[in-house]
């Protein structure tokens, strides 16, 4: 199942919902439809590392590896390698955009899977406008 009923989780979006910011709810639902199985979620091992680190550096090990264990139990399709359609397509993107490395791999798989991303990231923003993926953004 790919399109609406799809999407692909950055770094943002995740973080957004285990800090419980403003949206949250709406990632709840989210992983609720998905563990109900009515939508596929698509998630880059490179993001999982970004919450991370970012959770390690700002609030230590313990929340880190809480937040790490949460993130794997999410009902998400966790993709932990890269082939060469996807590093060609997030290598081009960079390429052509002023994003970061990171993210080109989250703007990569939600094209690869003609998916909305999920994000609030403003960096993304030019890919929107390019028509290069469809955002869903998270407020």
Known sequence: MQG?????????ALIG???NE???DYIQE???????????LYLHA???????????REQGQNLADLAYSRIKAFPVKLIDSINE???LSAATIKAKYPISYADSFAAAVAMIN??????????????EKHRIISIEWLT
């Open 17 to 19: 919902y285990l800090e």
């Open 22 to 24: 403003s949206f949250s």
């Open 46 to 56: 490179i993001h999982l590392g970004e919450v991370y680190y970012i959770t390690l």
């Open 30 to 40: 989210i992983l609720d439809q998905a563990r109900k199985g009515y939508s596929h």
């Open 85 to 87: 359609e996807l590093l």
């Open 4 to 12: 609406s009923n799809s999407f692909v989780f950055d770094s943002y």
């Open 114 to 127: 003609r998916c909305p991303l999920l994000t609030g990231d403003p960096e993304f923003k030019v890919l």
